[in-house]
T-cell receptor
Framework: EPEVTQTPSHQVTQMGQEVILRCVPI?????FYWYRQILGQKVEFLVS????????KSEIFDDQFSVERPDGSNFTLKIRSTKLEDSAMYFC????????????FGPGTRLTVT | AQSVSQHNHHVILSEAASLELGCNYS??????LFWYVQYPGQHLQLLLK??????LVKGIKGFEAEFIKSKFSFNLRKPSVQWSDTAEYFC????????????FGSGTRLSIRP
């Protein structure tokens, strides 16, 4: 069964550093998403992406965040200058249809900012 | 704004007990409803979903959920739990007219005593 994959599984970085989290969505999917889950809190929507453009973003997704689909398979989330409060589990998801009725989630990348 | 409430933070049951996890959502329009499960160390998996039609939906592993529109509820049930059902359960909503982001509840941790 096709799966969404994410790398790395765990990233440790120092405050102020840039990080790039990588995702490989399911191959025939066209809609891509990033969510995050701070330890002990709920999963929160960050951004959705389609046709090389951001479709929607949340208040969390400020100028420090960016997304890109650099090639036909990868979908990346970049945090330019990490803060302690960026420490969280970041989930990538992909969907075949516009309304995101069924989003398939990756295993997540645990980001630890020290 | 859309929101999802899960009233039980942690539920502890013995094997073979019946399960009901509560979920209420806040949104005035048409919604799609989901239950996701996250087993220890694994990623989010779709347990079941409701888009339209029969308000009683059946999912994988013997789970079912009932959509009660008048109560804005979508409770998850299983008649007889197993130790392997130990996991975190997330109720989620996707507003039909939105750009497809999923709004998650805070999750319910289910622990099953063998």
């Amino acid at each position: 069964e096709p799966e969404v994959t994410q790398t790395p599984s765990h990233q440790v970085t120092q405050m102020g550093q840039e990080v790039i989290l990588r995702c490989v969505p399911i191959s025939n999917h066209l809609y891509f998403y990033w969510y995050r889950q701070i330890l002990g809190q709920k999963v929160e929507f960050l951004v959705s992406f389609y046709n090389n453009e951001i479709s929607e973003k949340s208040e969390i997704f400020d100028d420090q965040f960016s997304v890109e689909r650099p090639d036909g398979s990868n979908f990346t989330l970049k945090i330019r200058s990490t803060k302690l409060e960026d420490s969280a589990m970041y989930f990538c998801a992909s969907s075949a249809d516009r309304d995101g009725h069924e989003q398939y989630f990756g295993p997540g990348t645990r980001l630890t900012v020290t | 704004a859309q929101s999802v409430s899960q009233h039980n933070h942690h539920v502890i049951l013995s094997e073979a007990a019946s399960l009901e996890l509560g979920c209420n959502y806040s949104y005035g329009g048409t919604v799609n409803l989901f239950w996701y499960v996250q087993y220890p160390g694994q990623h989010l998996q779709l347990l079941l979903k409701y888009f339209s039609g029969d308000p009683l939906v059946k999912g994988i592993k013997g789970f079912e959920a009932e959509f009660i529109k008048s109560k804005f509820s979508f409770n998850l049930r299983k008649p007889s739990v197993q130790w392997s059902d130990t996991a975190e359960y997330f109720c989620a909503v996707n507003a039909y007219s939105s750009a497809s982001k999923i709004i998650f509840g805070s999750g319910t941790r289910l622990s099953i005593r063998p």
